[in-house]
């Protein structure tokens, strides 16, 4: 198995795969999640699905203990993520082609190189990428050092997106294990571990 595709299934853990899918659904609404409701449209424990994202120290939560995201967020990050006119946000690069197909709706992605500072645009639909600008731009991706007790630390805060092959060079450097590829590479990638899971919408 493709070691991308290999990080990706390992980073949708068995323990967290039964809600993974509805979770991001509901986050996608863009109000907080009670997790009594997520329990509801995943068939999960509540006391599992609690369990799992409070001992993840990247999860966000409101003021009220409600859920506002994990990998897809409704708390700002670099990576803006708009879908049926909401802006969301995700923890990476990554996470904005592994969930359109999870929604099942088209999406449109605005970031920017972690080198140049130039700006990326990405647009998708559930099945493909059918816009990417500047057309040269890749996504990292680390691999062995993801760690199950702090995804976002360990993964999720190292995938980025770059303008160009020859932007990404020095994370390349920093990240010997680390896997770059462009975008619409990845996101077949991405479709066929949703696909795998059954995760897709």
């Not at 082609?97 to 500072?117: K, M, N, Q």
């Amino acid at each position: 198995m493709d070691d991308l595709r290999k990080t990706m299934a390992n980073l949708i853990g068995q323990d967290a795969r039964r809600f993974t899918a509805p979770m991001v659904r509901l986050v996608a609404e863009g109000k907080s999640v009670a997790l009594e409701r997520l329990a509801s449209a995943s068939g999960a424990p509540v006391e599992k699905i609690e369990s799992w994202l409070r001992a993840q120290p990247g999860t966000d939560w409101d003021e009220s203990g409600r859920l506002l995201g994990f990998g897809l967020t409704q708390r700002p990050t670099r990576h803006r993520y708009i879908v049926d006119g909401r802006v969301l946000f995700t923890f990476c690069a990554a996470d904005t082609l592994l969930f359109t197909p999870i929604l099942g709706r088209p999406a449109r992605v605005e970031s920017s190189c972690l080198t140049t500072g130039q700006p990326i645009r990405v647009e998708l639909t559930p099945a493909a990428v059918t816009l990417v600008d500047p057309p040269t731009t890749v996504v990292s991706q680390v691999s062995p050092a993801c760690h199950g007790s702090d995804i976002r630390g360990s993964c999720c805060d190292h995938g980025h997106f770059f303008a160009s092959e020859s932007a990404a060079q020095g994370w390349r450097h920093a990240h010997p294990d680390g896997d770059v590829r462009p975008v619409g590479e990845f996101f077949a990638i991405a479709l066929d571990v949703c696909r795998d899971l059954g995760l897709t919408a």
